[in-house]
C-alpha cells in the first residue's frame, strides 16, 4: 500500500489526489487510509530541539562552592546525613562488640572439661562447691552410710550442676 503523496501548504492539489478524509467512500470500498502529517524537511530544528540542546534539558550548571552551601542549608539533607552517621556508629559499635567478645574468650577464658568417670572429676565439684558461693544451678549429692550397729549417717552435699560455669 503507497502512502498518498504529502502536500505543502499552499501548493495546489495535483489531479487525482486526495486530502485527509476524501476518498471514504463507494469508490475505494471502504477503505480508509489514516493522514499523516508531512515530515519536517530536512535541516530544520524544532523549538524543543532548540531548548534541549541550549541546556541539554537540564538546569544550568551550579558552581560546586554554591552546591555545598545547598546542601548545608536543607534541612532534609542533613538530618538523612545525621542517619547515616548514627547508622554507622551503631554498626561500628556492634562489630567492635563481637571482636571484643572475641579476643576476650580467647585470651581470658580457659576452658576444662572433665569427665564422670574421671577421678578427679569428684575433686573438681568439691572444690567448685567450697569456692562458688552464690552459685545458681545446683545438684544435690546423697551419700549415706550404714555402721555395724545399724545407724545410718547420711550427707548431702550440693554441687554446681553439669554445664558451663565461670570462675572468678
Avoid: C
Avoid at 541539554?56 to 550548571?61: E, I, K, Q, S, T
Avoid at 546542601?71 to 561500628?92: E, I, M, R, S
Avoid at 571484643?100 to 565439684?125: C, N
Amino acid at each position: 500500500m503507497v502512502p498518498p503523496p504529502v502536500r505543502q501548504e499552499g501548493a495546489e492539489p495535483e489531479p487525482g489526489s486526495r486530502t485527509p478524509g476524501e476518498g471514504v467512500g463507494r469508490e475505494n470500498h471502504g477503505v480508509h487510509r489514516k493522514w499523516r502529517p508531512r515530515a519536517a524537511p530536512r535541516g530544520a530544528v524544532s523549538a524543543l530541539d532548540r531548548d534541549a540542546s541550549a541546556g541539554r534539558g537540564l538546569a544550568p550548571a551550579m558552581p560546586f562552592s554554591d552546591f555545598v552551601a545547598a546542601l548545608k542549608d536543607n534541612p532534609y539533607f542533613g538530618a538523612g546525613f545525621g542517619l547515616v552517621g548514627v547508622g554507622t556508629a551503631l554498626a561500628l559499635a556492634r562489630k567492635g562488640a563481637q571482636v571484643g567478645l572475641v579476643a576476650f574468650r580467647r585470651h581470658y577464658m580457659i576452658t576444662l572439661e572433665v569427665p564422670s568417670k574421671d577421678k578427679s572429676y569428684q575433686w573438681l565439684l568439691s572444690w567448685i562447691s567450697h569456692h562458688a558461693r552464690r552459685t545458681q544451678h545446683l545438684s544435690v549429692e546423697t551419700s549415706y552410710q550404714q555402721h555395724e550397729s545399724g545407724r545410718v549417717t547420711t550427707r548431702f552435699d550440693f554441687v554446681p550442676s553439669p554445664g558451663n560455669h565461670f570462675i572468678w
